[in-house]
T-cell receptor
Framework: KNEVEQSPQNLTAQEGEFITINCSYS?????LHWLQQHPGGGIVSLFMLSSGKKKHGRLIATINIQEKHSSLHITASHPRDSAVYIC???????????FGKGTRLHILP | DGGITQSPKYLFRKEGQNVTLSCEQNLNHDAMYWYRQDPGQGLRLIYY???????QKGDIAEGYSVSREKKESFPLTVTSAQKNPTAFYLC???????????????FGPGTRLTVL
């Protein structure tokens, strides 16, 4: 059983579409992270959330602690947004970080 | 510019050989981490270090070894005891030691190891 589940696993969309990637978790957490991994492999941290909503440019991340769910939204998607998006949580028992398997996003021009 | 470097980007080794992956950071971070990424799986923690001369096993430490002689450096050795060493290895660092929920991890570019 995976403590962190992401959906969808793969997503292909046209440029300009509004994108939503979901993350559900089953453990108590102190924080949730959204990471972006580009085809070359490097990972960039996009957001760290413990409540509410954060926005950075065209990216928006929300978290609902009661429902143990977070979403990452991309507005006006662009081919350069193509990447794997990874959800990770800090388990509040020992602060261990648990990673989801990632969502592979492909934006077509 | 501050950041984390890993070298080399691609590494090939014959089965049975030990190999050491480099990770250097100039962010003055206390904590450093090594992760392994396999296709279709989330990142898994191999080892982490919160302070110089100290390190702890992660979830999949068997077949790996590390050292932390300097704050900036956290090399990972993949030994011949590791059953499936072919993988993508990511190093990360953070400002605060593990135990704080407020630290963000900064990742290096990764090393793709292929064992032939």
């Amino acid at each position: 059983k995976n403590e962190v589940e992401q959906s969808p696993q793969n997503l292909t969309a046209q440029e300009g579409e509004f994108i939503t990637i979901n993350c559900s978790y089953s453990v108590g957490i102190s924080a949730l992270h959204w990471l972006q991994q580009h085809p070359g492999g490097g990972i960039v941290s996009l957001f760290m959330l413990s409540s509410g909503k954060k926005k950075h440019g065209r990216l928006i991340a929300t978290i609902n602690i009661q429902e143990k769910h977070s979403s990452l939204h991309i507005t006006a998607s662009h081919p350069r947004d193509s990447a794997v998006y990874i959800c990770a949580v800090n388990w509040d028992r020992d602060d261990k970080i648990i990673f989801g398997k990632g969502t592979r996003l492909h934006i077509l021009p | 510019d501050g950041g984390i470097t890993q070298s080399p980007k691609y590494l090939f080794r014959k089965e049975g050989q030990n190999v050491t992956l480099s990770c250097e950071q100039n962010l003055n971070h206390d904590a450093m981490y090594w992760y392994r990424q396999d296709p279709g799986q989330g990142l898994r923690l191999i080892y982490y270090s919160q302070i110089v001369n100290d390190f702890q096993k992660g979830d999949i430490a068997e077949g790996y070894s590390v050292s932390r002689e300097k704050k900036e450096s956290f090399p990972l050795t993949v030994t011949s005891a590791q059953k499936n060493p072919t993988a993508f290895y990511l190093c990360a660092s953070s400002t605060l030691p593990t135990g704080s929920s407020t630290d963000t991890q900064y990742f290096g570019p990764g090393t793709r190891l292929t064992v032939l």
